[in-house]
T-cell receptor
Framework: DGGITQSPKYLFRKEGQNVTLSCEQN?????MYWYRQDPGQGLRLIYY???????QKGDIAEGYSVSREKKESFPLTVTSAQKNPTAFYLC?????????????FGPGTRLTVL | SQKIEQNSEALNIQEGKTATLTCNYT??????LQWYRQDPGRGPVFLLL?????KEKRKERLKVTFDTTLKQSLFHITASQPADSATYLC????????????FGTGTRLQVFP
């Protein structure tokens, strides 16, 4: 059963703590993406990766970090430097770099900072 | 500044009617544009893609138009059903960077029986 999985579905964090969100895909896709969605807003790009061991900052990368050590995995760390981390986080993948292929999204992780 | 705008107000229509959603953009040179559906608390799902040299694309009850002169895409759902109720997002790919999508804020559609 191919797709993208994100875990956990809900995550609570105390202020000042780092937290890592998991994203795994078994679609054999090269490109992977992390987005943040706030209520009533569209998706904003945090980081993206076109290939293993390489990634680029998106529009709102400050306070976040990523790694791409394996093709199927693209974890996102929300650091204590992120001033307003409470949001819905979405991971996506795409089949070929620079192509017309659509993005496939995971179910999302809702992060709440207490 | 660069913007992708969708109607922020919800669109409420009666079952069986055609729903039309608008996506306007400024200061982008799009290579192509995509439409996604998002249900509450879930990730978006791809619906349709239209290239900058295409005027119209259809898939079952869905139709997308793309007018690069008006800088606008319209998304139509004919014979709408309550199951079509969701938020619809447009996203464009700039010809300057085809590696990433730029999303609009989405329009919530509510179809009443």
């Amino acid at each position: 059963d191919g797709g993208i999985t994100q875990s956990p579905k809900y995550l609570f964090r105390k202020e000042g703590q780092n937290v890592t969100l998991s994203c795994e895909q078994n679609l054999n896709h090269d490109a992977m993406y992390w987005y943040r969605q706030d209520p009533g807003q569209g998706l904003r790009l945090i980081y993206y990766s076109q290939i293993v061991n390489d990634f680029q900052k998106g529009d709102i990368a400050e306070g976040y970090s990523v790694s791409r050590e394996k093709k199927e995995s693209f974890p996102l760390t929300v650091t204590s430097a992120q001033k307003n981390p409470t949001a819905f986080y979405l991971c996506a993948s795409r089949g070929s770099s620079g192509g017309y292929n659509e993005q496939f999204f995971g179910p999302g992780t809702r992060l709440t900072v207490l | 500044s660069q913007k992708i705008e969708q109607n922020s107000e919800a669109l409420n229509i009666q079952e069986g009617k055609t729903a039309t959603l608008t996506c306007n953009y400024t200061n982008y040179s799009p290579a192509y544009l995509q439409w996604y559906r998002q249900d509450p608390g879930r990730g978006p799902v791809f619906l349709l893609l239209i290239r900058e040299n295409e005027k119209e694309k259809r898939k079952e009850r869905l139709k997308v138009t793309f007018d690069t002169t008006l800088k606008q895409s319209l998304f139509h759902i004919t014979a709408s059903q309550p199951a079509d109720s969701a938020t619809y997002l447009c996203a464009l790919v700039s010809s300057y960077n085809t590696d990433k999508l730029i999303f609009g804020t989405g329009t919530r559609l509510q179809v009443f029986p």
